[in-house]
């Protein structure tokens, strides 16, 4: 056993302790599967029509961070007009101890959040169908909200990647280019490509309305059942190639 003393910004301490754990036993079968939509509005948009919802902690958590960051940076500007060192700036580094104990706040409520939701789809369902991440364009970008929001997004699929392996599920990942949005999961018609702002259509075939993000969810699931795939017949994560 290793035991490793870290000592972060936020003038907090940790420690790791590194150890070997019994290998992890399966869970039981459920015969139940999920596909999972990443969302802009809610987090994730689950095909059984439930919504997981968590843009109101993140907005929330990046108003106070961003405001947090203004102070210390007018803090900065300060010291450098009283040509003063900041590191003799009693203000600025209380302030600059502030930051990093909101953005230790953040990462851990995320990572709280991520934890408890994938652990909870991993006990209920057998089959886990998400898509690729790379269909949301997750470009780089200076909107803190949006980052947060990118950055749970790899970690939520990160952390589905290993609890399946742990506890015997299957994870699959629709390929980025499965036109999840377009089709109608009820006959199959593919209607194009739709603006954003379009939440709700109605297919031009077989009349349902369809919700955008319920419908790509509903049509990720299917994406898994009409697609042969690559299938590791034991456990573990699956690429679908289209
Ligand atoms: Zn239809």
Request: proline share 3%; glycine share 4%.
């Amino acid at each position: 056993m290793r035991a490793t003393i870290h000592s972060h910004a936020s003038g907090r301490f940790s420690v790791s302790i590194t150890c070997e754990v019994p290998e992890f036993q399966p869970l039981p079968k459920t015969y139940e599967s999920i596909g999972i939509d990443l969302g802009i509005t809610d987090f994730a948009i689950l095909s059984d029509g439930r919504k997981v919802d968590n843009q109101r902690f993140t907005a929330k958590m990046a108003k106070n961070l961003a405001r947090a960051q203004r102070k210390l940076s007018r803090r900065y500007e300060q010291a450098k007009k009283d040509s003063r060192d900041v590191r003799d700036c009693t203000n600025y580094q209380k302030q600059r101890r502030k930051v990093a104990r909101l953005r230790e706040k953040v990462a851990f409520q995320r990572e709280d959040f991520l934890h408890k939701l994938t652990t909870a789809f991993i006990r209920q369902y057998d089959v886990i169908c998400v898509e690729d991440l790379n269909t949301k364009g997750m470009l780089k970008n200076h909107k803190l909200a949006k980052a947060i929001r990118d950055v749970s997004w790899s970690s939520f699929v990160q952390k589905l990647t290993y609890k399946a392996k742990w506890y015997g599920r299957e994870l699959v990942k629709i390929n980025r280019f499965f036109p999840s949005s377009q089709l109608c999961h009820v006959c199959g018609h593919r209607d194009g490509k739709k603006p954003l702002a379009i939440r709700e259509w109605v297919c031009s075939s077989c009349h349902t309305t369809l919700d955008r993000d319920i419908n790509a969810s509903r049509n990720i699931l299917a994406g898994r059942r009409i697609t042969p795939f690559r299938s590791n017949p034991t456990v573990g994560t699956t690429e679908l190639a289209y």
